[in-house]
């Protein structure tokens, strides 16, 4: 596991400490996602990187912001699902067999590991997270 590749909301949506901050607002549980995944980057030697796609901003790009050491939150334009976002940059890797990506949805699921990529269920996640 070189690099991770986080489904933002549907991580968001799976993990209880993390779904409860949307009480507080959709910002507050991005920051809760970002702070753990962070937490989990510094306690691992083998993930060199993490990137966490969340779905639809209304810019008419997509948007890359460093949010920590080796760890992007990429928005994708409003019309571009974070789901296309991740297959893309798969597809736009030189090595595609160092990325993980985390998420329990069914087209990344079965596409995901076409483009020579892994995938991890948000339940496999929690219990490396543990």
């Known amino acids: 596991m070189r690099t991770l590749i986080i489904d933002g909301y549907n991580v968001i949506h799976k993990i209880p400490q993390i779904e409860d901050l949307l009480d507080e607002s959709l910002e507050a ?20 990187h993490i990137y966490v796609v969340f779905d639809g901003k209304a810019e008419m790009f997509d948007e890359e912001v460093p949010v920590g050491p080796a760890i992007t939150a990429i928005y ?23 990325i993980t990506v985390i998420s329990d949805d069914n087209f990344l699921y079965n596409n995901t590991r076409v483009h020579g990529a892994r995938i991890k269920t948000i339940r496999e996640f929690c219990r490396i997270l543990k």
């Open 29 to 48: 549980a991005r920051i809760g996602l970002i702070r753990l995944l962070s937490e989990f980057k510094d306690s691992r030697k083998d993930v060199e």
């Open 76 to 98: 994708t334009h409003s019309k571009k699902s974070a789901d296309n976002k991740i297959l893309e940059l798969i597809k736009n890797s030189d090595k595609p067999n160092v």
